[in-house]
């Protein structure tokens, strides 16, 4: 079977026209036609900007020391798998705020109470090993 050129003819027309974000980043065009008479940013040089106004920003933040205790509450966080049952018993991961892994928990009965069966931690001397 021999190749076929690809063909554009079945596509519709496209306009010149440009259209640009919203936000306040700096405008940056969508069309070749903006590439040449726009300065563009390339992708380096638009993440240093942002990462530069981020800086001067939380610079002058005076409640940076609030702020990273808040991100750091967010990010640890306790959750667990669905359980899967089996014999009547629920079996599921479950990984507690301060904890680096999760430990394998039983649950006997829908009114049961936890009882981990496997905690990593006490299984390796390294708590992040994965």
Known sequence: MAARAFSCRHLPPSSPSRWWTTTS????????AGLKTEKVLRPRDFIAAQNAYTARYMKQARIRP????????LEHVSRWS???ERGGNYYFEK???GEEQASIYIRRGWT?????????AALSRDPTYR
């Open 112 to 120: 049961g109470k936890d009882e981990r069966l496997v905690d990593p």
């Open 95 to 97: 990984r507690l705020a």
């Open 66 to 73: 609030q702020i990273l205790d808040d991100l750091d509450d």
């Open 82 to 84: 669905l359980p899967i």
């Open 25 to 32: 980043a700096p405008r940056l065009p969508t069309t070749t």
